[in-house]
């Protein structure tokens, strides 16, 4: 199996990979195609895919926030069961990630992923068995995601201004056993990730402010 980069739309494994994301991902959480040009050019995302016999079999995204200390893990896909993807991904990502904090000469605290409530998505993933939500909750409970303890919202990757809910932001972090996250990380990596959708909803910023108003934010079992 190979890991490779995807630096440009016109990849021919681009294609592959945004038509993997709309099977298993729902509309509200996929950028439109075109929309992927500029993004996927800066430097500070990475996005892999896994490729098996020519065939885009799986997918991931990430970055890494040197001032911070932290990654981001944006999508995980396992397109396939019975091939060992998620643990491809897993540990080809790990790599890469140590490599870039070994670069920038920082130390990870830990790693942001939104990780879908399974009581709270009405989303199926067509039938696709490892990315069923409780499957991969549970995958990455085993992995050490922790849930940041507060309502969850997101605004929406479809750029209309709405609301997502359905998922809790969570945490991986380097040390087991931190049990808390300063609130000020949380929203200085919100404030951040989410500039690329300036049409944010209220209920977001309603969020975040409440946010504003703690001190720290309890990490908890998924």
């Not at 509200?28 to 079999?57: R, S």
């Not at 605004?155 to 056993?177: K, M, Q, R, Y």
């Not at 200085?188 to 975040?208: E, G, I, N, R």
């Amino acid at each position: 199996m190979e890991y490779i980069r995807i630096q440009s739309i016109e990849h021919p494994l681009f294609a592959k990979m945004h038509l993997l994301m709309q099977q298993v991902f729902p509309p509200e959480e996929v950028l439109a195609f075109d929309k992927w040009a500029g993004p996927i050019q800066d430097e500070t995302i990475h996005v892999y895919v896994a490729v098996h016999e020519g065939e885009v079999v799986g997918a991931t995204e990430y970055r890494y926030y040197p001032d911070m200390h932290v990654a981001m893990t944006d999508f995980t896909i396992i397109g396939r069961a019975g091939l060992g993807i998620g643990r491809f991904l897993l540990k080809s990502r790990e790599r890469d990630l140590a490599q870039l904090a070994a670069g920038s000469g920082t130390k990870p605290l830990g790693m942001f992923a939104e990780i879908y409530n399974p009581s709270e998505s009405e989303h199926k993933f067509s039938g696709n068995t490892p990315m069923n939500p409780y499957v991969r909750r549970e995958v990455l409970s085993h992995i050490g995601y922790r849930r940041l303890d507060f309502p969850y919202v997101h605004p929406s990757w479809e750029e209309n201004g709405e609301a997502v809910t359905g998922l809790d932001l969570s945490f991986l972090p380097a040390d087991e056993e931190m049990t808390s996250v300063p609130a000020s990380l949380v929203t200085q990596f919100l404030h951040t990730y989410y500039s690329a959708l300036p049409d944010k909803p209220q209920q977001w910023h309603d969020m975040v402010a409440q946010l504003n108003g703690r001190t720290s934010i309890e990490l908890k079992e998924l």
